[in-house]
Nanobody, 125 residues
Framework: QVQLVESGGGSAQAGDSLRLACAASGSASVSYDMAWFRQAPGKEREFVAALSWTGGTYFADSVKGRFTISRDNANKKKYLEMNSLKPEDTAIYYC???????????????????WGQGIQVTVSS
């Protein structure tokens, strides 16, 4: 079993930066793919970024060049660094994990087995 807990959300102005963290506990290990999704009010949950267990990174077009994803294996944490924030980045952000040792990294929410509770990010103009 894997437990995921997000932190670091909050409010920001357009153009600011925020860093989200996801702490993993339980059986989560470096062999898991980790991803971030977000859901804005009235919209479906959408893919933001993923980091495969082999180190590959994937980003939604809407955040490419502004967001980065990284992990600290020793502390079982992953991070989403969000730069040049826009009001349209406002959403609840979810940490997700799947694994272990999967051959392909997915950008689809239903492919992920484990989810955090979500954390609010609000960007004002």
């Amino acid at each position: 079993q894997v437990q995921l807990v997000e932190s670091g959300g909050g409010s920001a102005q357009a153009g600011d930066s925020l860093r989200l963290a996801c702490a993993a506990s339980g059986s989560a290990s470096v062999s898991y793919d980790m991803a971030w999704f977000r859901q804005a009010p009235g919209k479906e949950r959408e893919f933001v970024a993923a980091l495969s267990w082999t180190g590959g990174t994937y980003f939604a077009d809407s955040v490419k060049g502004r967001f980065t994803i990284s992990r600290d294996n020793a502390n079982k944490k992953k991070y989403l660094e969000m730069n040049s924030l826009k009001p349209e980045d406002t959403a609840i952000y979810y940490c997700a994990a799947r694994g272990p040792y999967l051959a392909e990294t997915s950008v689809y929410a239903d492919a992920y087995n484990y989810w955090g509770q979500g954390i609010q990010v609000t960007v004002s103009s």
